[in-house]
Structures are given as structure tokens and as C-alpha cells.
DNA sequence: GCAAGGTC
């Protein structure tokens, strides 16, 4: 039988090319988790089944187990002991089924994944999800290298193919564990911290990790030499002649002086001289070289500065153009074109374009210039346009980034700018001064990027050894200036510098520090550090500087490459590295202090935030609101901060106090003109009393996304389920006319409804037949207790025909007596022996405590 | 609620 061979891509579009690559384009298609394509080839001198099908990058991430996930009970610094667990990243792409399901039956497993440690990490997980075994009989796993996905190189790799590299995946694995441990434990312990103390920080988190701290050094840097800066007065010497009836004015070649007495004894030793004399007359060709090809950094540093497009922006609309089909791959960091890289057909493809179709036309007809070499860092080769478009098709934005990477690839080809440079030197009482013609004699590749081109500046001619008279000598006063803000087109050229982030990744970090509001877009696209920014990184450095240092990703890197070379075993490393910073950590806790007192100078506290809006539980004070972000309530005199859900607004709810703990209730109301709104306990919400749900009175998931949004509603809180049909007693506002806690309604004994109090372990029964219980949010006009409507369903009613709707009091029978005696004969409550909403505060209950639902003591009335 | 790295 033929052997057959799994071959898996890390995207789409490359397991597209490999098999047509290797089928010669006669495979069929079928549709997956991603497409699997099919076809018969020979493998290893045998006739073979081949099946080609992709991931979409990593399969897993990592992150710590639930019993570490509760950030009021784990101990921050627990976490870097913690034992890590690999979950499926997109569990919804049902990846790692797709896999195990297409290598069921395949002797061969060939890894297409691209070609760099993390592509090597890859490698294992698909071998995890397929289930394969290196020390198999029978079955064997192979690893494909290849540096371009041209026909030529997937057939040399398939013909070369090697064994995983099992070290370098181990690298990627120790980096995922150390940047998960040191980021989470960080960001969780100083949020807490600082979120705990302060009202205005006005971020949701405040986060560490060791790409975006360093990146927002960056821009906290540039801030403090502008703010330290010292400007300073200097002069210069302005000389004016008239050579060929033109003026011209020459520079000095001291430039500039920083005395102002100095500068006026050369003015007046030239004025004095009053002749100047020529001393060198030099012209030489220069060429301005054409561009490498294009990479992922010199793309976003482009759309930053000149197309005003931010990296986040700017790989949005690339990754568009990238999947419509309009460019190549646009993650790469490699500007060297492959050798087998075909110019001509990309060429081609612009002919019709109306700005450069005849440049295109001409450079086709007398030959285009092979590019200059770049560097080639194996991945994918640099980014070029596909096919043509125009503005109508892409849109505005995505128009000028496509019109952008057509015009750098088209100069890649073209000739090199070339010019001529002629540079006069005069003297004039032993003081040079000089000036400088410029005359551009092919314009090359400027011809397409004309913000490059070479301006011209034509001079008269002089002689060596002419002697000219001196027009005016100017005494200049100016004063330097401190540096601007840090441009984003700078950040990512520091952040390549210090090998911060990836092609991939260099956009995200950058997004991140601005989502955290640690920084701020300005005019021209300058990044300006808020309070908040500048104070974490002053902090950083005085605790310990080291944490907003670029080394920081050095050395994790220089590490980890430790593993990847096979030098030291990764266990050792990951221990080592993980113990250096839990010391840093352990070392900025006790230091905190030294970074609170930059916040306190800063930020207000939560006792001078917000306003008052709900009584505290404990203490039944009033607790203070704090509307920035995140939201949450601050109760001065228990000094305890409860959070709220985030994006949307917060009121009192009725008055209302919560049965279990006595916090006043608050309404949440979701962002939008039909947002939603859910009552809700501040205190079940920050600690949910019952183990897996997550609020009593009301919020949080519903529905299948499993947030609160379109569609959500308020859950069960007895049976979090999300399909659970129960509902409770509308916010959970009738009360046991025992103690006057409110009744919950118990599913577990529907159809046959039950109200229990958790409070005094009471139970009320109600109708059997009653299939739904809600509150009317009327009030008895006897005792001010809520009004309940209990809605018979007519089929199963013992009632008899015509039973509908009954409303009731809970507390006063006589309300509820007089309806339900009406169609039934005899009430179904006792008379409740309290008035009025006065209610002692019982302990907190935790879980369903004592209530027992077969317990027929514990019964109010089994009706 | 948290990192950084893939990819869509």
C-alpha cells in the first residue's frame, strides 16, 4: 500500500504553494479547521498519498493553572514556582483536532513550519497534536528547511529533509515560561499596589513585561534629556558675496561658537581682511545607492513618519493586503530578494498602473537592475507587491501603504541616483568658509521615490586662487534647542537596535504602551510619556534600573540561545534565570515605597477620588466611586477597594442592600445607547460566594461568547450554565418573612418552585405548576415588601382553567392570600411575623450553608 | 485583569 505523507504549513498560503509545488498543481482541495490539499507524488523513491494542511501559528500558549489565576489569593511572587500548563491558544479553530484527525493513518509527518525557533517550537506542537512518535516504528517525522517558498527550494527541501531541532524548540518553550512568570508576577503585583492606593492612574492594568517596559524607557528617555536640557547660546558667521551678479552666502566651517566675544573678534578679523581668497575647488561623482528590498521595521517606520499611519495601523492594513492578495507576506525581516526570485512578473503586474506603468514600461524594455544585496534572515523574502490595484479598490488608507511598497520595490530596481558635487573652499583671514553645488545627472530610482531625490543647487564658477570681495559678514545669534519628543519612527529603529519585540510583534508593543496609557500619540506621530509613564520608569530606576533596561531582553535572549545551541539543558536555565528574577522581584516589593512616593507626588488617592454612592457592608459607611479607570468603589474607613465591571456606568440600585453581606446594590449599565443594565453586589462580585459562579444579583456571562454583550442577560446564579433557562426572583429583592433576608428561588425542585432564605435556612414552597417567578417591581402597600407574580402554566396547573398570573406579597398574605385563595381555597404562606424592612446582619454565608432541601424542619411551609 | 510570540 502507498505510504501516505501529512505535510503541515504554519499558514494557509504556504501549504498552498508546497502542495502545488509538489503536485504540480493537480491536487483537489477540501475544506477543514484550514484547508487540507490532496494528491499523489513520489516520496523517497515511493509512490505516495500526499495531504497537505496548515496551523495558524502556535497551536498552544502558555499560561498558569485556575488555582493560580484568583489575584486576591495567589501570592505574586508564588507564581514563578508555579507549574505551567500548555493550552490550546484558539480552542474555537479546534486545531490540534483537525490535526489528529488528518494524521490518523499517515506514515510520514513533514513539518513546513518556518524556519526560526519559534518555527522549531511549532514543529513539536503539531507533532503533539498528530500524535506521532519520534522513536515510532514505522512512522517518522521529518523537518523541511527551506528560505523561500519558490517551486525550485520546496523541492531541494523535500529532497533534504532533516530531523526537528529538538534544542532550539526547548529556547522558545524556556522564553514562553520566564516572559509568562516575570510579566504576570510583576504586572499583578504593582497593579494591585498602585490600583489599591490611587484613583487617577486611568488604566485598567498596570502592566511590566520585558519588551513593552523597556519600549516605553525608550520614550520616558527622550522625555528626561528634553526636560534636563540646558539650552545654550551660540553664534555663527553668515558670509555673504557676489560672485556672477548672484549672492551667495557661505558656510563657516567653525559652524559655530558658544562665546559671544569670540565670535565677534573672527567677525571682525574677517571684516578687517575684507578679501576672500579661493582655496579649493573639488567636484566629484557621487550616487545615492537605490533601496534593499523592503522588511517588516522599514515598512512601519515609513508609515509612521511619512504616511502618518501608526505600526498598529499600518500591519492591519498590510495583513489586508497581504490576504486579499495585493502584496507578499508582510512579516519579514529579511531585505535580500532569493536568488530564484522572479522580477520581471512582479514588474509586469504594474504596467497598467497610471502614476508608474511607463517607468515600469521602460525599465522592462532596457533592464532593470538586479537590487542591491541585503541581508537575508531566512524567513520570507521582502515585501512586494502582487498584484495591481487602485484606490477605489483598497480604500484611502490601505491605498497610499500598497502605492508605498509598489514605489520601494520599483526602486529596488531601478539605477542609483547620480550626481555631481562640487564643493568651493574659500579663506578670508586665516577662517574658512565653503559652499556646495549639487547637480543631478540620473535620477534613478528617485525618479519613483522623489522624497529621496538629491536637490539641485547650481554655483557660479570660480577659480583656485580668485580673490573676491567680501558683500557682509552677519554675526548670527542662536540658541540650541533641546531634542523633540521621541518619534514612533525612532522607537522602532531602537527597538530593532536592542532587539525589543519582532517584526511581528514590534507594532504590539507599541500599542500596548499606549493602550496602558503610559504614552500618547502627539502631532507627527511623537510619542509623549503620561504621568503615569514617566513616574513607572522614574520608579524602575530608582529600585532597580535594570527592569526598564533593554538588557532585560538580552539577556532572556542570550539565555535562552544557551538551550538553543544545546549547551546547557533548559531546566537549568529556566531555574537559574527564574531564580535571578525572583530575587529582582523580591527586591522590588520591599522598595516599593521608593516608587510610591514618585505616585504620591503625582496622583491623588483613592480617598481623594471620585464621589460617594454606596454603603459599605462592613462598616455601612458610604464608599466613594471611582469612575477612571478601572472602575471600582474605595471604602475609606475599611481601606478596601471592590471592583466593577469596566466600560460602562455605575448608580446606586434602589437602595437595595445584598442579603448575603449587606453591600448596597449598584446598577451597571453597559457603554451604547441600548447597553444593558445588570444589578449588582459589590462585594459577591470581587469574591463570588458560590464556588463557579461568578456574581450573585446579577452580571457576568450568558450566552455563548460567554462576556456580557448583545444578547447577554442575567444568569442563574444557582447553576451558572449559560443554556440554564432559570431564572431568579428578579435581583433577589423579596424577603424571607423570617429574617427578612431575601429568598432565592431554588431550580433544583422545579417544576415544583421553592424560594430558600440562606440567611435563617428557610424555605418557601410555591404553586406547583408555577412556571415562572419574577418580582413586579411594585411594592405591598402594607409592609413596603416587593410584589411577586407567579405565572401559571395552564396545562400542568393544579389550579384549574383559567389560572394565569397571580401577584402577591410575600410577607403580607393578605395581598397574595386573597389572589390565590381566590382560584385555589387556601394561601400558600404563613403570615410572616416581622414589618417593616429593618433586617439584622447575619454572618456571611458561604455556599448554600445549612439548607437542606429534603428537610421537611427546614421547610417554611411544604405546600 | 496579567507576558510575548506565532497567525487571521
Known sequence: MA??????????????????????????????????????????????QFKVTSITGHVFSVDFPSTYQNWQVTDPVDLFKAPVLKLESNPKSH????????????????????????????????????????????????????????????????????????????????RQEIDLKVGVAFTRFQTSY????????????????????????????????????????????????????????????????????????????????????????????ESKTRPCGLNTVDLLKVASSALGLGPHVAMQLAEQLYTQGYISYPRTESTAYPATFDFST??????????????????????????????????????????????????????????????????????????????????????IFHCIGQHVSTKGFTSIMPWMAISEKNLPHFMKGEKINILNVELHEGCTAPPDYLSESELISLMEKHGIGTDASISVHINNICERNYVQVNSGRRLVPTALGTTLIRGYQCIDADLCLPDIRSFIEQQITLIAKGKVDHVHVVHHVLQQFTQKFLYFVKKIENMDVL????????????????????????????????????????????????????????????????FELVLFSMAGPDGKSFPLCPYCYNSPPFEGIDTLFGVIKLGNSGKLGKGAGMPCFLCPHPTCRHSIITQGVCACPECMGTLILDPVSAPKWRLYCNMCNCMVSLPHGAHRISTTGKKCPDCDSTIIEVDFNKKTTPLGDGATLHSGCILCDDLLHSLIEMKHGKSFFRRGRGRGRGRGRGGRSRGRGGFKLEDPKMSFRDF
Not at 361 to 387: E, M, Q, V, Y
Open 3 to 48: 505510504p501516505k505523507v501529512l505535510m503541515v504549513a504554519e499558514k494557509p498560503s504556504i501549504a498552498l504553494s508546497i502542495a502545488s509545488a509538489l503536485s504540480g498543481g493537480r491536487m483537489s482541495s477540501r475544506r477543514g479547521s484550514t484547508d487540507v490539499h490532496e494528491f499523489e507524488s513520489m516520496f523517497q523513491g515511493f509512490h505516495a
Open 95 to 174: 486545531i490540534r483536532r483537525h490535526l489528529s484527525h488528518e494524521a490518523r493513518g499517515c506514515n510520514y509527518l513533514v513539518l513546513w513550519l518556518d524556519c526560526d525557533r519559534e518555527g522549531e517550537n511549532i514543529c513539536y506542537e503539531v507533532i503533539e497534536c498528530t500524535g506521532f512518535d519520534e522513536n515510532e516504528a514505522g512512522r517518522k517525522i521529518l523537518r523541511a528547511k527551506f528560505s523561500s517558498v519558490t517551486e525550485k527550494d520546496l523541492l531541494i527541501a523535500l529532497e533534504n529533509l532533516v530531523k526537528p531541532n529538538k534544542a532550539e524548540a526547548l529556547a522558545v518553550d524556556a
Open 194 to 285: 498602585f490600583q489599591g492606593k490611587y484613583g487617577n492612574l486611568d488604566s485598567r492594568v498596570i502592566s511590566y513585561g520585558p519588551c513593552q517596559t523597556p519600549t516605553l524607557g525608550f520614550c520616558v528617555q527622550r522625555y528626561m534629556q528634553m526636560t534636563t536640557f540646558k539650552p545654550e547660546k551660540f553664534w555663527s558667521l553668515n558670509l555673504h558675496i557676489i560672485k556672477d551678479g548672484h549672492e551667495l552666502r557661505l558656510e563657516w566651517e567653525r559652524d559655530k561658537v558658544f562665546d559671544f566675544d569670540v565670535a565677534v573678534m573672527f567677525q571682525k578679523l574677517v571684516l578687517d581682511g575684507n578679501i576672500l581668497e579661493v582655496t579649493y575647488v573639488s567636484k566629484k561623482e
Open 346 to 431: 512582479v514588474l509586469g503586474a504594474q504596467l497598467s498602473n497610471p502614476l508608474w506603468g511607463n517607468l515600469v514600461k521602460s525599465l522592462l524594455a532596457d533592464g532593470f537592475n538586479k537590487p542591491r544585496i541585503g541581508s537575508d534572515a531566512g524567513d520570507h523574502p521582502p515585501i512586494t507587491p502582487l498584484r495591481a490595484a487602485n484606490e477605489e479598490m483598497l480604500g484611502n488608507d490601505a491605498w497610499r501603504l500598497y502605492q508605498y511598497i509598489c514605489q520601494h520595490f520599483i526602486g529596488t530596481v531601478s539605477p542609483d541616483c547620480k550626481y555631481t558635487r562640487t564643493k568651493i573652499e574659500f579663506a578670508a583671514s586665516g577662517e
Open 599 to 662: 505616585f504620591e507626588a503625582q496622583f491623588s488617592t483613592l480617598a481623594e477620588s471620585g464621589r460617594l454612592l454606596s454603603k459599605c457592608g462592613k462598616c455601612t459607611r458610604y464608599m466613594r466611586y471611582i469612575a477612571t479607570q478601572p472602575s471600582r468603589l474605595y471604602c475609606i474607613s475599611c481601606e478596601e477597594v471592590y471592583y466593577l465591571p469596566q466600560s460602562g456606568t455605575i448608580k446606586l440600585y434602589k437602595e437595595l442592600a445584598c442579603p448575603l453581606d449587606g
